[in-house]
């Protein structure tokens, strides 16, 4: 992966930091859960599992609301030749993850995270097109069961759809919500009351002095998808609070050990 000058601007600091003592608060979140190991599969109950395994801090992983309004987690809208959302719930659960479980529902992995309680749920909602009806009902749905199994207290909820997350901001206020489209300024992002900018490392390499104006304004700062070692060294040294990556436990290498 080719590192911009903003990102290798940050190497010039590392041997020192790295040869003292370095305080860095970020936080890893495992992109659609730990799935690059034996067993697991992107959005698997078994990602999940996996993730709080090696203590990440997050499981991030993606709903959609089935034509039949159930809500699955899945990342990918056509999936194996199905359209999740336009998909019933039946031909939903003949599908097949690459580790061979089905397809979970939102249920069962909230479920499955209430026996791990230490790991943080980053939920993202998934945008339905242009259809504000589907989005207002996709989100009601996810609060109401997020709500129901009273997990609000562990969950950040994402969206690329600024209306989807203007949604999630009404229906649970005190839930942290996170803009990922990333064409919101900190000062935009922070009238709007939401907790803060989870943007892709491209948005950085542009706007880099988003970073320090973000935590200026009291918002917080993730990162996504950042595999690439380099790349992450320099967002810690920009202390930024949580990185979501593919790598999780390459990512905790990095990061200073508690003593």
Known sequence: MKISVFFCSMLIMMSAAYGGSVKADTKVVAHRGYWKTEGSAQNSIAS????????????????????????????????????????????????????????????????????????????????????????????????????????????????????????????????????????????????????GLDYSYKVFEKHPEWIDEAKNLGLEVNVWTVDDPEMMKSLILKDVDYITTNRPEELQQLLPQPK
């Open 48 to 195: 999940l599992v996996k993730a709080d395994s090696i203590k990440a801090y997050g499981s991030e992983f993606d709903v959609w609301l089935t034509a039949d309004d159930n809500l699955v987690v899945n990342h990918d809208m056509v999936f194996k030749g199905v359209n999740f959302p336009e998909a019933s719930m039946e031909e939903i659960s003949a599908v097949r993850l690459d580790n061979g479980e089905k397809v979970p529902t939102l249920e069962e992995y909230l479920a499955t995270a209430l026996k791990h309680p230490d790991i943080r749920l980053v939920l993202e909602v998934k945008t339905h097109g242009n259809d504000s009806v589907r989005q207002t009902l996709a989100c009601q749905k996810i609060v109401d069961m997020v709500n129901g199994f009273k997990l609000q207290d562990r969950v950040d909820y994402i969206a690329f759809s600024l209306f989807a997350c203007k949604e999630l901001h009404r229906l649970s206020p005190e839930t942290p919500v996170y803009y990922l489209n990333g064409d919101l300024s900190p000062e935009e992002v922070k009238k709007l009351g939401f907790a």
